[in-house]
Structures are given as C-alpha cells and as structure tokens.
C-alpha cells in the first residue's frame, strides 16, 4: 500500500486525503450541533473519530521509513485494523441519527440499516470472509504485485482493505443501531477464527513474500512480524469491546428485571381487593384511589 510514484500517484493521495479530511470535519461539526442543542456526546469519541481519520491519512501520506515491505505492513495495520477500531468506537452512525431531524432522510437512514442489504455484510461471519478473504487474495496471489505498478488499483485496494475493515469491527463491536445484534459468542467466535487466519497469512508471509514480488529476508520478515503482533494487538483490543458489551447487556438485563420485579409486588398487592381475588379489579382499583386520596 505504499503510494504510487508520479502525477497519477498523487492522485489517489490527495483524494483519500480529501476523504478523511471531509469525514474528520462532518463528524466534529455534528458532535458540536448537538452540544448547542443541550445533548450530551462524549468528547472521547471526537477524539476516537479523529485518531481514525488521522491514521488512514497517514497511511496514505506514505506511513513511516524503513523497509518497503514492513513500511507497508505498517500502513495495513493502521488502514485495516486500527482506524476502523477508533472509527467505530466513535459511533458515527449513532451520531447521525441523533443529530438528524425527524423526518425523511432520519426514516430513510434507519431503514436502510435496518435492511436485509445491510444485514447480509453485518453478519460476523460474511464480515470476516469479506476483510479476511480479500487479504488472501491480495498477499498470496500476483494482486500485490499488480498494484504497485498501478496506482489505481492501489487506491482501490487502499479503499477495500479499509471499507472491509470497518465492516468487520462494526459487526464484531455492534455499537451503532443494526438490523440485528448478534450474540456475543459468535461476535467473539468470529473474531477468534478471524485472528487464527490473519496469523497464518502472517505467517506465510514470514515464509515467502507475495507472489511477483522480492523483497530483502531482514525486511520480509520484520513485516511479517508487525503483522502478526500488531494484528493480535488489535484483535486483544476488539475483544475487550465485545466482552464489555455483553456485560453492560447482561447488567441492563439484571437492573430491568430487578425493576419489574420492584414494581410488580407492591403493585400487585395495592390492586388486589381485600374481599379476596374474585372481586373485580375495578373495585380494587377505586380502594387504592380512595386510600390515596
């Protein structure tokens, strides 16, 4: 993913810093419209959504010096893996919504997250053979080599690793509104498979350089180990999101019932007669209105 050379390689570096750009103001400026209007928004997920939009600009602004190969694993650690994990912690689609008036285009955005197209590719599985899938294809067949020397196709790819990678880390985190929320443990189930491939690819990796390609052992394998301790890095991380999500549900879970259960007994013994249960309700009703008052 390292940026093409020349006048049509910088083509793709100012529109993808445009891009970022454009997402990182969109998103500052919806946060404040709701902060004027007396909504609370955490001021961490700013910072998560603008970390995010920093770190795909980087990427594409050529990431760090050294060797082309770990200089580019470097690049897919930060497009793939930590920009979607800080872009979706930031919950931008739940900020959409509740900056958005009521009307059509609010009823239009949640229907289509609400929509089988949407839940086909939030599947965490679909998810995981899409981000996954397209790293197969791109560093065990000649696509890597391709891209080099095409700057276009290295932006699209640039564009898929990303699109794939926020994909996967909303379908794993599930923290903005979707058709369906998935149990944790296939959540968590889909992220451990997910980290066993990215290792073996890591791994392979280590073994041989992509097909087409040369690059020096020393380099080759210091990339390969950035993949694999960075991915794992990222992976730990996502699972701390997953774990934490299950236990806020259960704990929501627990303080309904305990809610019902609260409201349930005095009530249920307010409204039953003193004559006994084969009076109506009403009259039960009338009593505690009248011991009220």
Known sequence: MNPGHGHAGQLPLAAALLLTGAAAFAYLLASARLRRRGDAWPRVRDASFAAGSGAVAWAAAGGPPGGPFTAHMAQHLAVGMVAPLLLVLARPLTLALRVLPPGAARRGLLSVLHSRFVGVPVFPPVAALL??????????TGLFAAA??????????????????VLFTAAVCQLDPVRRRWHPVLRGATLLAAGTAHAVLAKTLYAAPPPGTAFAPADLHAGAQLMYYGGDAVEAALAVVVAASWYAAAGRRVRAGARRAEAGGPSAGALTPAGGPGRPRASGSASARSAAR
């Open 148 to 165: 080099s020397h095409r700057p276009w196709l290295h932006a699209l790819l640039y564009a898929h690793v990303l699109a794939a990678g």
């Open 131 to 140: 981000d996954l899938g397209g790293l197969w294809l791109l560093y065990r």
